[in-house]
């Protein structure tokens, strides 16, 4: 069965750090990209960064901040949160997308096959 466990939220402050990880099991991990989204209060979810096996992409407003990685030997994605805001405040979800050749090809949710139960991140001011 296929299954993405996300790790690291908590609460910071602004300017703080945390790493988010996801496990993923139950398919064949290397051939898809994967992702990151966020959800916060009273808002939709909205995408924060992509990667497949040769480049990564990100929302603007993270760029510079954020960086997402993946180990393939692993099944493990990974995404750095440096120089947090208040507005990075959100509960934050990885996604698998099943793609040829598992190229990240497309940003709507519906497109994603498997999600993440959500992690929590707090940053406070």
């Known amino acids: 069965q296929e299954q993405l466990v996300e790790s690291g939220g908590g609460s910071v402050q602004a300017g703080g750090s945390l790493r988010l990880s996801c496990a993923a099991s139950g398919y064949s991990y290397s051939e898809y990209c994967m992702g990151w989204f966020r959800q916060a209060p009273g808002k939709e979810r909205e995408a924060v960064a992509f990667?497949?096996?040769?480049?990564?992409s990100y929302t603007d407003s993270v760029k510079g901040r954020f960086a997402i990685s993946r180990d393939n030997a692993k099944n493990t994605l990974y995404l750095q949160m440096n120089s947090l805001k208040p507005e990075d405040t959100a509960i934050y979800y990885c996604?698998?997308?099943?793609?040829?050749?598992?190229?990240?090809?497309?940003?709507?949710?519906?497109?994603?096959?498997?999600w993440g139960q959500g992690t929590q991140v707090t940053v406070s001011s």
């Open positions: 990667i497949d096996n040769q480049r990564s």
């Open positions: 996604a698998a997308l099943r793609s040829d050749g598992g190229y990240c090809i497309s940003n709507d949710m519906d497109d994603w096959n498997y």
